[in-house]
Nanobody, 123 residues
Framework: VQLQASGGGLVQAGGSLRLSCEASGRTFSRIVMGWFRQAPGKEREFVSCIGWTGIRNYYADSVKGRFTISRDNARNTVYLQMNMLKPEDTAIYYC?????????????????WGQGTQVTVSS
């Protein structure tokens, strides 16, 4: 699976961004898709993941109520709508694919990764 993330940028606190991640190379609808982020000097952390039906999804406590994950299997794309952004959301955001369908919050469970897109939230 090849993953291409986009949609990052610079936004003021309280603003919104929508990240996209397009997948190619295999059947998209049978894999769990996840978003992780990594801030400077910090470890990569889980943000959200979604199963192939879109019904099962999980969020980190830090983004619950502000971020929404969704997917369009016809377009092989997963989205992360980020609202009420805070400066602490500043990070490189990575999309990832889990072909073993674990719905894991652990980065090592994901076997494919995109290149990352920078999100910067100014105060």
């Amino acid at each position: 699976v090849q993953l291409q993330a986009s949609g990052g940028g610079l936004v003021q606190a309280g603003g919104s961004l929508r990240l996209s991640c397009e997948a190619s190379g295999r059947t998209f609808s049978r894999i769990v898709m996840g978003w992780f982020r990594q801030a400077p000097g910090k470890e990569r952390e889980f943000v959200s993941c979604i199963g192939w039906t879109g019904i099962r999804n999980y969020y980190a406590d830090s983004v619950k109520g502000r971020f929404t994950i969704s997917r369009d299997n016809a377009r092989n794309t997963v989205y992360l709508q980020m609202n009420m952004l805070k400066p602490e959301d500043t990070a490189i955001y990575y999309c990832a694919a889990d072909s073993n369908y674990k719905h894991s919050t652990v980065a090592s469970a994901y076997d494919y990764w995109g290149q990352g897109t920078q999100v910067t939230v100014s105060s």
